[in-house]
């Protein structure tokens, strides 16, 4: 069973092998291929959960990979333990779900099967990235995730909002690549090896410490703030919803977004030898979380407020496993995989259904709609954190491990109140009151069925998923994930309580905001009116990198090219017209000088030639004087 | 086979005797012939692939035979790891440019019999361990490269000659130089590149410095490292395709070639010392290159640039000189680089030829107009930008964690090329294959069967190198273990 589980994403990749080379001229095959394939997966990462629950060992098959000495060896393999069961079952789960209601939303695409292929490389990359058992494996995945992500981003790359934001992404998260990649080398210089096992030891028999250990776990997360959007690259994720929304919900929700969360909790033994890396990590993520729910306050667009949320909901997970807390990050990221996922394609449903994303052109849809009603607000609830829903359980956990640091208590309490008011905002403005735009409203209708059962199945798993947390169970939810140090915050029905209070304190402010109308937004927008623009704005951020990066960066290239075409090439050009000038000087010295030379050599011979020649007269009588001449003067001389 | 190393060499150079005797105007004759002179050498690669004992740093397929014995001028072939692959390399991109040289209309007879030339000459490098036949081939192959960019070049093809031609014979007169000094160091007076290497225990520290100093000029002029690049983008954008080809995929080479054949084992005390400088001449290339790439309009130049990129590469893992992995990388970079750059101007080349217009700006939406070409395009474009699972990343990783440990800070600063490159790179696939159709890409025809397969033989390696590199490093690993070995043993 396990020692087969390297299968698991090789059933994708043949999908997408097959679907690219053979059969993407046929739609409904390549949908089947696909489908089928991450169905084999999906039940294969079930019985391989219970198998590892079961019997609390972890699992590893490795192969050498490259061996060139001790300067480069690298074996890579899979390992499997209760995180990778639980984080295959998450990724398995919502890649069938959001594969089977595209059926409904991708219907009529001319590019389906290619849609597809790309789907199958994603969910490849993606389970291959939880399964590996060393740095490197997993880098690889990471970027074929990222690969994966810049397609589907830009499926419809006719669109140029859509072609920018794929390139976005992709540059963006690989900015933070570099960080991975760095710390990546610092941890093999360090200690020789980039198996999870190997790094680990050495973390923990002080091989790898101090400050190099510090700044190679800081250069570490760099990957894990582009992938999992935090502050300061967070900005590529609300621009991915250019891509289809079903895909985003794979990417965005479950998946690719908490890749970086997956990292931090994998690799946590590392953060924990190094304080100063933790309380990093600890601060981007609570910072994360308040701008970005800060900004899903004001935003009218139905997917970017849920992109912000998602922002704001991997902060939670990053800063609490920042603060030690495993079992709290990796239970809430399966929790908000399932209702992030359900809101995600909720919201695909209703754009399906009035071809608009601005929430101030919906309202009272839920007479429309009722399916996608009811589990968008199962979803709401969960993540507003309502007993007994999934996301109450989770971000209990999320505050209980911030308990020892009263600043972030009050943060994450903050969050969440922020949270809740801005998820009901959104359900009260698209599902309920009256319809804002007759028209749309009219040709409003609920989704058909492909699409509306995967929703079900996931309102489902956002109400039951959290019962694993459940106090009575011995240790909860660490019991899934963490078998070898129990690590598990005790329940707190204390902090339950203030919790669940200042969720529904949210709820109730957005429904007397929205749904009462007994306070009108607009005049609050209007009284703080600067504080509005700037959360409208998203804080300037990407205004910011355009001025400060972007611009900057291309005049400088261009100044670059000048400097190789001018100046470098021009001393080239120099030295080469220099030769020429020298050669043509040459010339003329040549013709000049030497060439004078010789020639004022024969001139003068031939001159003196010309000259002498009036003695040769043939003339006695000249003869004779000449001589008679030269007697007289030898006799004078004498 | 005895004499392998002399057919591979010199049945192009037939090829291209026979080629001069075939009427002008059978233009398909001629490239029959062109054909099988290239694919015999390419099946004579198998053959010494096939008996290359990978388990030994000895030079194999040993030829030696008295030249000009009053001089000690021998001829002398043999092929080690560092040269196998490079001599397959060529034979297989000899192979592939002829057939993308089919199109060639003009002069036809004179083209493919400098274009067999060339390939002679270019073997004949990888494969010398005399001096004086190194040196021979090196400026034998200068000869049909001034031609072949001089009459079948582009607009600017008599500037571009001459100084590609002008550019790499002042280089060479620097390796004259510095092999008249060995010859006249040794006693008894020798050429041979062997017995050199031998000696290299007794050479002095200043000798070292000079011949080492003297030799770099001619390789980083060829490689080329900054600030020796810029006959590279007249060069490659001015020749015609299959020509830029080889440029990029072989001649390259030569430059990275000679410093692992002939400076670093001969001069390791230099070596040593010169390392830092050459990490730092690396980063700048892989930096500045991908910064001057992203303010191309061209595409055939900017393919030009990120090959200066790319290059910086291989000099950032060689500089790594203890490192089995920085050097192993730097072999891997050669062979991938000319893999992927091969295949880049090929692609190039392809909407050249419809389009008759290689401007960024003059296309958009090809990947709706032509998607088998655009598959195929974005393909080698990951394959260049380092995405994994292809080659180029197998290469920018083992140099990088060959080279960290020797030079951080400047391996670090040398890793932000991975994103410069993403960044120019998806620039030109933004403006030229999404977005809606625009400009010439209405103009353009698929990708024909020919050019498919000119270019499919060079995926598919860029993927096998990608997944499994163990296919190269285990042909390489020992005789770079001996490399490392003999740089470390002038201390």
């Known amino acids: ?638 | 086979m005895s004499g392998l190393l002399s057919w591979m060499i010199f049945l192009p150079l037939i090829g291209a005797i026979v080629a001069l005797f075939m009427p002008k105007d059978n233009h398909r004759l001629i490239r029959g012939v062109a054909f099988v002179a290239t694919l015999l050498p390419l099946i004579l690669t198998v053959v010494l692939l096939a008996q290359y004992d990978p388990s030994t740093a000895e030079f194999q397929f040993v030829e030696k035979a008295a030249w000009i014995p009053g001089l000690n001028v021998n001829y002398h072939l043999g092929a080690d790891g560092i040269a196998v692959p490079m001599l397959a390399l060529t034979t297989l991109l000899s192979f592939l440019a002829a057939l993308v040289s089919f199109n060639i209309t003009k002069r036809v007879k004179e083209y493919f019999a400098f274009f067999l030339l060339l390939e002679t000459g270019m073997l004949g490098v990888f494969a010398s361990l005399d001096f004086f036949l190194f040196y021979v081939f090196w400026e034998v192959m200068l000869v049909p490269m001034y031609f072949l960019i001089g009459i079948w070049g582009g607009p600017r093809k008599e500037y571009a000659a001459i100084k590609f031609f002008l550019y790499t014979l002042f280089g060479s007169i620097f390796m004259l130089v510095a092999v008249l000094a060995l010859y006249f160091t040794s006693t008894p007076h020798s050429l041979s590149i062997i017995e050199h290497i031998q000696r290299a225990p007794q050479m002095t520290r200043g000798f070292q410095l000079f011949a080492f100093v003297f030799f770099f000029i001619a390789f980083a002029i060829k490689i080329p490292t900054l600030p020796f690049h810029t006959w590279l983008p007249d060069a490659h954008v001015e020749a015609p395709t299959a020509v830029s080809v080889l440029l990029a995929g072989v001649l390259l080479k030569m430059g990275t070639y000679g410093l692992l054949r002939i400076s670093f084992p001969m001069f390791p005390e230099a070596t040593r010392f010169f390392a830092w400088p050459m990490a730092i001449l690396g980063v700048a290339g892989i930096i500045y290159g991908a910064m001057v790439c992203m303010a191309q309009t061209d595409l055939k130049k900017l393919v030009a640039y990120s090959s200066v990129s790319h290059m910086g590469y291989c000099l950032v893992g060689m500089a790594a000189v203890g490192s089995v992995a920085g050097i192993s990388g730097c072999m891997f970079q050669m062979v991938s680089h000319g893999l992927i750059t091969g295949a880049l101007f090929t692609l190039v080349g392809v909407i050249y030829d419809r389009a008759h217009t290689r401007e960024i700006n003059a296309f958009g939406g090809m990947w709706i107009k032509v998607p088998v070409y655009s598959g195929i395009m974005i393909l080698f474009v990951l394959g260049s930008l380092g995405l994994p699972g292809l080659s180029g990343f197998v290469s920018e990783f083992m140099v990088f964690l060959g080279a960290f440990p020797y030079f951080k800070i400047t391996v670090a600063i040398g890793v932000v090329g991975v994103l410069l490159t993403a960044a120019y790179f998806l620039r030109m696939i933004q403006k030229m294959f999404l977005g809606p159709v625009a400009g010439h890409t209405a103009e353009l025809t698929e990708i024909n069967f020919r050019e498919i397969v000119a270019v499919t033989p060079l995926a598919i390696l860029m993927i096998a190198l990608g997944i499994y590199p163990a296919l190269l490093s285990n042909l390489i690993q020992p005789t770079i273990e001996n490399l490392v070995r003999l740089i470390g043993a002038g201390a």
């Open chain 1, 1 to 638: 069973m396990l020692s087969y589980a390297w299968l698991i994403p090789v059933f994708p990749l043949c999908a997408m092998a097959v679907i690219m080379l053979l059969t993407h001229r046929n739609r409904v095959v390549s949908a089947a291929l696909s489908i089928t394939a991450v169905s084999i997966a999906f039940l294969y990462a079930w019985a391989i959960a219970f198998t590892v629950w079961g019997n609390p060992e972890v699992q590893r098959f490795s192969f050498d990979w490259l061996n060139l000495g001790p300067s480069m060896h690298i074996p890579i393999g899979i390992q499997i333990d209760g995180l990778t069961a639980m984080m295959l079952i998450v990724v398995t789960t919502v890649a069938l779900m959001v594969q089977i209601y595209s059926l409904g939303y991708m219907h009529g695409d001319p590019r389906f099967s290619r849609y597809y292929a790309f789907l199958s490389l994603f969910t490849m990359a993606m389970l291959t990235l939880v399964l590996a058992d060393n740095f490197f494996l997993m880098f690889v995945a990471w970027e074929l995730v990222g690969l994966a992500s810049y397609l589907l981003i830009g499926f419809w790359f006719e669109k140029q909002s859509a072609s920018d934001a794929g390139k976005k992404a992709f540059i963006t998260t690989r900015l933070g690549d570099l960080g991975f990649i760095i710390g990546l080398l610092m941890i093999y210089t360090g200690c020789g090896t980039l198996t999870f096992g190997g790094v680990f030891d050495a973390v923990k028999t002080g091989v790898l410490g101090g400050a190099f250990l510090t700044t190679a776990a800081i250069f570490l997360f760099g990957g894990a703030i582009g992938k999992s959007a935090q502050v300061p690259l967070h900005v590529w994720l609300p621009d991915a919803m250019e891509g289809p929304t079903p895909v985003w919900a794979v990417i965005h929700a479950a998946t690719m977004v908490v890749a970086g969360v997956y990292l931090v909790a994998r690799s946590l033994t590392i953060f924990m030898g190094a304080e100063t890396a933790a309380m990093t990590v600890a601060w981007i993520g609570i910072i994360t979380s308040l701008m970005a729910a800060s900004i899903g306050l004001v935003q009218n667009d139905i997917k970017r407020v849920l992109a912000f949320s998602t922002v704001s909901q991997l902060g939670y997970m990053i800063m609490a496993l920042g603060l030690g807390g495993f079992t709290a990050g990796t239970f809430h990221l399966m929790t908000h995989a399932f209702f992030k996922s359900l809101l995600f394609l909720g919201a695909g449903s209703v754009i399906h259904a009035v071809h608009t994303n601005d929430i101030r052109e919906m309202g009272g849809l839920h007479a429309k709609m009722k399916t996608t009603s009811i589990t968008f607000l199962i979803a709401a609830f969960a993540i507003a954190g309502i007993f007994p829903l999934s996301g109450f359980w989770s971000k209990d956990e999320i505050v209980a491990s911030t308990l020892g640091h009263p600043v972030f208590t009050v943060l994450t309490l903050l969050v969440a109140f922020m949270t809740a008011f801005y998820m009901f905002r959104l359900y009260f403005l698209t599902f309920t009151g009256t319809p804002r735009d007759k028209h749309k409203f009219e040709h409003a209708h609920e989704s058909p069925k492909v699409m509306t059962y995967p929703l079900i199945f996931l309102a489902v798993l956002s109400v039951v998923s959290g019962w694993i947390g459940l106090p009575w169970l011995h240790h909860g939810f660490s019991s899934v994930v963490y078998h070898h140090e129990p690590h598990h915050a005790e329940f707190h029905y204390g902090l339950a309580a203030i919790s669940l209070l200042v969720g529904l304190s949210g709820i109730g402010l957005a429904y007397l905001m929205y749904y009462k109308r007994r306070i009108d937004p607009d005049r609050i927008a209007t009284s703080m009116s600067g504080l509005y623009n700037t959360l409208l704005n998203k804080y300037y951020f990407d205004e910011a990198y355009e001025v400060l990066v972007i611009k900057p960066y291309y005049v400088m290239c261009q100044g670059w090219f000048w400097f190789d075409q001018h100046i470098i090439d021009g001393l080239v050009n120099g030295a080469g017209a220099f030769g020429v000038l020298w050669g043509r000087f040459q010339r003329w010295a040549d013709e000049t000088f030497v060439d004078g030379a010789v020639n004022g050599i024969g001139w003068l011979t031939r001159g003196f030639g010309a000259t002498i020649r009036y003695l040769q007269t043939g003339s006695l009588q000249n003869y004779a004087f000449i001589v008679f001449a030269a007697l007289v003067i030898l006799w004078i001389l004498r």
